[in-house]
């Protein structure tokens, strides 16, 4: 136990717990009722309670030696399956998505726990192929594997995790050191992919999410409406904010899907420049840990498993931000540990877990 004490990452941990006190503080002062109304603090209650079963299971899991899921990775892949095909059936429909599972008066998502399974899945296959220098065998054999689970994943229909997963198995294979010539050729079918799900696939409420990136001022007041608010909220907060509680664009409610996909520009809003510096730092922090993880991993499971991991909470945060600066299409992705959500706050401290797992273990 004091081995234990001693090698976990307590900068890590200490890192991730300071950005769900951000996200905490956010989702406080979204709870505040707008003049006249009655403040509401159930979402923040119940965020408390995610965040706290969280940060248990990031201190307990390293407890158990993260070398054991190489062997689980298969088991792993059919339940992730099994999973997103019972979502199907049985699954309730949430924004048009029938992505979720209601379980004693909370929502299940689990895409969130697929995200955790696909990086076990893709670490363990891409360590036991990666000195094979043809690159053929990672790109079919595990592009066979992710297209499946993509294609139950844009069923329900949720694109933004679709695109979250199909960016996290880019990033690894580029790491496992795919050749230019195999990079152009899946650059090209994703391209192809990309053309038949806009014209067979996606709902038309996703295209117009895409649309309204290119030029959200033909509707400012419909469709264009969030990324419109978000913009506003997000530079109206200058240096220092205008404190929490205190912003206009979510406390008289102008910024939709505050406490979610638009916590971003609440922060910006309420905490300013200040606030969101403060906020990337800490981002910062946790990358440049996991980054020390995988750089001294001791096998090719331990590097692919953290960089994995690393590149899953990298990607969502890059989605979420380029969403509500305008950079990017919003695809209803949430901000790691900062937006409310039980499923996701959750199931990032688990991947956290993992990596203090490697960490005790190094």
Same mark, same amino acid.
Request: glycine share 12%; hydrophobic share 50%.
């Given at each position: 136990?004091?081995?234990?004490?001693?090698?976990?990452d307590?900068?890590?941990?200490?890192?991730?717990?300071?950005?769900?006190a951000?996200?905490?503080?956010?989702?406080?002062?979204?709870?505040?009722?707008?003049?006249?109304?009655?403040?509401?603090?159930?979402?923040?209650?119940?965020?408390?309670?995610?965040?706290?079963v969280?940060?248990?299971?990031?201190?307990?899991?390293?407890?158990?030696?993260?070398?054991?899921?190489?062997?689980?990775?298969?088991?792993?892949?059919?339940?992730?399956?099994?999973?997103?095909?019972?979502?199907?059936f049985?699954?309730?429909?949430?924004?048009?998505?029938?992505?979720?599972?209601?379980?004693?008066g909370?929502?299940?998502?689990?895409?969130?726990?697929?995200?955790?399974?696909?990086?076990?899945?893709?670490?363990?296959?891409?360590?036991?192929?990666?000195?094979?220098?043809?690159?053929?065998?990672?790109?079919?054999?595990?592009?066979?594997?992710?297209?499946?689970?993509?294609?139950?994943?844009l069923?329900?229909p949720?694109?933004?995790?679709?695109?979250?997963?199909?960016?996290?198995?880019?990033?690894?294979?580029?790491?496992?050191?795919?050749?230019?010539?195999?990079?152009?050729?899946?650059?090209?079918?994703?391209v192809?992919?990309?053309?038949?799900?806009?014209?067979?696939?996606?709902?038309?409420?996703?295209?117009?999410?895409?649309?309204?990136?290119?030029?959200?001022a033909?509707?400012?007041? =419909?469709?264009?409406?969030?990324?419109?608010q978000?913009?506003?909220?997000?530079?109206?907060?200058?240096v220092?904010?205008?404190?929490?509680?205190? #912003?206009?664009?979510?406390?008289?409610r102008?910024?939709p899907?505050?406490?979610?996909?638009?916590?971003?520009?609440?922060?910006?809003?309420?905490?300013?420049?200040?606030?969101?510096?403060?906020?990337c730092?800490?981002?910062?922090?946790?990358f440049?840990?996991?980054?020390r993880?995988?750089?001294?991993?001791?096998?090719?499971?331990?590097?692919?498993?953290?960089?994995?991991?690393?590149?899953?909470? #990298?990607?969502?945060?890059?989605?979420?931000? =380029?969403?509500?600066?305008r950079?990017?299409?919003?695809?209803?992705?949430?901000?790691?540990?900062?937006?409310?959500?039980?499923?996701s706050?959750?199931?990032?401290?688990?991947?956290?877990?993992?990596?203090?797992?490697?960490?005790?273990?190094?």
């Amino acid at each position: 136990m004091p081995t234990y004490f001693r090698k976990f990452d307590w900068m890590l941990f200490a890192a991730c717990a300071v950005l769900s006190a951000f996200g905490l503080a956010a989702i406080y002062s979204t709870s505040l009722g707008a003049q006249g109304t009655a403040n509401d603090f159930s979402l923040f209650w119940k965020q408390v309670a995610f965040v706290c079963v969280g940060l248990f299971a990031a201190l307990i899991l390293p407890v158990f030696d993260y070398r054991q899921l190489s062997g689980l990775a298969k088991a792993l892949y059919v339940l992730s399956v099994v999973l997103l095909v019972a979502v199907l059936f049985f699954g309730h429909t949430v924004r048009g998505a029938r992505s979720w599972f209601g379980i004693g008066g909370f929502g299940v998502q689990p895409v969130e726990i697929v995200k955790i399974s696909m990086v076990i899945v893709l670490a363990k296959f891409f360590s036991d192929y990666a000195r094979h220098p043809e690159g053929l065998q990672q790109i079919f054999g595990s592009g066979s594997s992710m297209s499946v689970v993509l294609l139950l994943v844009l069923l329900q229909p949720d694109l933004g995790s679709a695109l979250l997963l199909l960016a996290m198995w880019g990033s690894l294979l580029l790491v496992s050191g795919i050749r230019r010539t195999h990079l152009v050729v899946i650059s090209l079918v994703c391209v192809s992919v990309a053309v038949v799900s806009w014209m067979c696939i996606l709902k038309p409420y996703q295209k117009d999410r895409i649309s309204v990136f290119w030029n959200p001022a033909n509707d400012p007041s =419909g469709k264009g409406y969030n990324v419109t608010q978000a913009i506003i909220a997000s530079g109206s907060g200058g240096v220092v904010g205008k404190g929490l509680g205190f #912003g206009s664009q979510s406390q008289l409610r102008f910024l939709p899907e505050r406490q979610t996909d638009f916590i971003f520009s609440v922060i910006g809003e309420e905490l300013g420049f200040i606030g969101v510096f403060i906020l990337c730092g800490l981002y910062a922090v946790m990358f440049y840990r996991g980054y020390r993880l995988a750089k001294g991993s001791q096998d090719d499971f331990t590097m692919f498993l953290a960089l994995g991991i690393m590149c899953s909470i #990298g990607i969502e945060i890059f989605v979420n931000v =380029g969403g509500n600066l305008r950079l990017l299409p919003v695809t209803g992705v949430t901000l790691p540990f900062i937006s409310y959500g039980g499923s996701s706050v959750v199931a990032k401290y688990v991947m956290i877990g993992i990596l203090e797992s490697v960490a005790v273990r190094r």
